[in-house]
């Protein structure tokens, strides 16, 4: 039987894993600052709704709702006008109130007929909760049960600079069922480069694919 799969909306990534993310998974975004998290993320959710009739929620702990529209704006994507149709929603979320947000989560996904949920950033659980085993049980409960309402989650994360792991504190990797990573390198000809770290069910790329951020957002090149 064949995957179901989300197109990401991200030029030339689709191609790299067999069509897109596997429907209902939990995909981890993650690198450090100036790697393009945020513009991942929101093309992500944009495109979705714009191209592929897919509502999304952007649950954010860091940015403003109103920085996260600029930010689209740069490329030409109005999320306000999406959201005036139904299609997107922008929830600022503090992050100590990690306790209420899948019940908040379950009541927006069933009025907006959700299929694609972004959390803006781990750091919600790791600010929430000191112990390891505790944030992965934490993790893995919420990631489960947003699955479970037929969406497909995307979560970021910001690895210090001086961090050799996929995220501050080495946790949520092991959450997800896909890694995306995205580094900045500021001394070669290509800034960014993407690389697809893990993706089950997937035969993806394992190459280091460079790229660039263009005027409609991200272009992942070919190698």
Same mark, same amino acid.
């Given at each position: 039987?064949?995957?179901?799969?989300?197109?990401?909306?991200?030029?030339?990534?689709?191609?790299?894993?067999?069509?897109?993310?596997?429907?209902?998974?939990?995909?981890?975004?993650? $690198? *450090? %600052? $100036?790697?393009?998290?945020?513009?991942?993320?929101?093309?992500?959710?944009? %495109?979705?709704?714009?191209?592929?009739? !897919?509502?999304?929620?952007?649950? %954010?702990?860091?940015?403003?709702?109103?920085?996260?529209?600029?930010?689209?704006?740069?490329?030409?994507?109005?999320?306000?006008?999406?959201?005036?149709?139904?299609?997107?929603?922008?929830?600022?979320?503090?992050?100590?109130?990690? &306790? %209420?947000?899948?019940?908040?989560?379950?009541?927006?996904?069933?009025?907006?007929?959700?299929?694609?949920?972004?959390? !803006?950033?781990?750091?919600?659980?790791?600010?929430?909760? !000191?112990?390891?085993?505790?944030?992965? *049980?934490?993790?893995?409960?919420?990631?489960?049960?947003?699955?479970?309402?037929?969406?497909?989650?995307?979560?970021?994360?910001?690895?210090?600079? &001086?961090?050799?792991?996929?995220?501050?504190?080495?946790?949520?990797?092991?959450?997800? &069922?896909?890694?995306?990573?995205?580094?900045?390198?500021?001394?070669?000809?290509?800034?960014?480069?993407?690389?697809?770290?893990?993706?089950? !069910?997937?035969?993806?790329?394992? &190459?280091?694919?460079?790229?660039?951020?263009?005027?409609?957002?991200?272009?992942?090149?070919?190698?």
């Amino acid at each position: 039987m064949a995957i179901e799969r989300v197109p990401t909306g991200i030029n030339g990534l689709d191609e790299l894993i067999e069509g897109g993310f596997v429907k209902n998974s939990a995909v981890l975004v993650t $690198g *450090k %600052t $100036g790697s393009g998290k945020t513009t991942f993320i929101t093309q992500f959710l944009y %495109t979705g709704a714009k191209l592929y009739q !897919d509502p999304g929620i952007l649950v %954010t702990t860091e940015e403003t709702s109103r920085s996260i529209r600029n930010h689209g704006a740069r490329y030409g994507w109005n999320m306000e006008e999406m959201e005036n149709k139904g299609m997107l929603k922008v929830i600022e979320v503090e992050p100590f109130s990690i &306790d %209420t947000l899948v019940t908040m989560l379950e009541k927006e996904i069933q009025s907006l007929h959700a299929r694609r949920i972004v959390i !803006d950033s781990v750091s919600m659980f790791e600010m929430y909760i !000191d112990k390891q085993l505790e944030m992965r *049980k934490l993790l893995f409960k919420t990631l489960r049960r947003l699955k479970d309402l037929g969406t497909t989650v995307v979560i970021t994360a910001e690895i210090p600079e &001086d961090s050799q792991s996929l995220s501050r504190y080495g946790v949520i990797e092991f959450a997800a &069922d896909a890694v995306i990573l995205l580094q900045y390198m500021s001394l070669t000809k290509y800034k960014r480069s993407l690389m697809v770290r893990k993706m089950r !069910d997937t035969n993806h790329s394992q &190459d280091i694919h460079p790229f660039e951020m263009m005027q409609n957002g991200i272009n992942v090149l070919s190698v």
